[in-house]
T-cell receptor, first 118, second 111 residues
Framework: DVKVTQSSRYLVKRTGEKVFLECVQDMDHENMFWYRQDPGLGLRLIYFSYDVKMKEKGDIPEGYSVSREKKERFSLILESASTNQTSMYLC?????????????????FGPGTRLTVT | RKEVEQDPGPFNVPEGATVAFNCTYS??????FFWYRQDCRKEPKLLMSVYSSGNEDGRFTAQLNRASQYISLLIRDSKLSDSATYLCVVNQAGSARQLTFGSGTQLTVLP
């Protein structure tokens, strides 16, 4: 079974604090993702990494940065937490299968971190 | 128009009923499709990948209609444990980066 773990289930931080969220996967997946999920807005991609030290911005990268120093670990950093970053943060990893013509990327999620910024 | 649209529901059905969800996508270049389920306050979990000819896994059947740009999920003989939110997911261009999630359809199976 694929296992994706996140460092905390619940986190409470103050406005302006630097926040680190860590994600580890044990299946040697090349791709890793950070999403946030808010009621009515669904899952939104913050950042994506397709290899060690490689990253791409997602749809809502402002106020966030990421780090991927090892293949199994992908960290999300909130440089200066704000109340509008209160959310559920979900990490995912994926691998590729299929053919050259049609590829599938099944994503597996960690349990999520519910972050509250006060 | 949203890239992936789902009826948010809620769908309330009695145990044993058959229920179907539809999902439409706007990008005709979309290549692969998935259904995830998400329980309350939990992470999404992969339910099925949707293959071009449609596929079945026990009580669950997924179908794809490329011409009309929709995918469907059929659940037969609903169980109480099927109560969850079902997310339609579309991969736009064969890139791991470009997965788009629908907002989900909420299902409650009633005893």
């Amino acid at each position: 079974d694929v296992k994706v773990t996140q460092s905390s289930r619940y986190l409470v931080k103050r406005t302006g604090e630097k926040v680190f969220l860590e994600c580890v996967q044990d299946m040697d997946h090349e791709n890793m993702f950070w999403y946030r999920q808010d009621p009515g807005l669904g899952l939104r991609l913050i950042y994506f990494s397709y290899d060690v030290k490689m990253k791409e911005k997602g749809d809502i990268p402002e106020g966030y940065s990421v780090s991927r120093e090892k293949k199994e670990r992908f960290s999300l950093i909130l440089e200066s937490a704000s109340t509008n970053q209160t959310s559920m943060y979900l990490c995912a990893s994926s691998y590729t299968y299929g053919t050259a013509k049609l590829q599938y990327y099944e994503q597996y999620f960690g349990p999520g971190t519910r972050l509250t910024v006060t | 128009r949203k890239e992936v649209e789902q009826d948010p529901g809620p769908f309330n059905v009695p145990e044993g009923a058959t229920v179907a969800f539809n999902c439409t996508y706007s990008n005709s270049a979309s290549q692969s499709f998935f259904w995830y389920r998400q329980d309350c306050r939990k992470e999404p979990k992969l339910l099925m990948s949707v293959y071009s000819s449609g596929n079945e896994d026990g009580r669950f059947t997924a179908q794809l209609n490329r011409a009309s740009q929709y995918i469907s999920l059929l659940i037969r003989d609903s169980k109480l444990s099927d109560s969850a939110t079902y997310l339609c997911v579309v991969n736009q261009a064969g890139s791991a980066r470009q997965l788009t999630f629908g907002s989900g359809t909420q299902l409650t199976v009633l005893p």
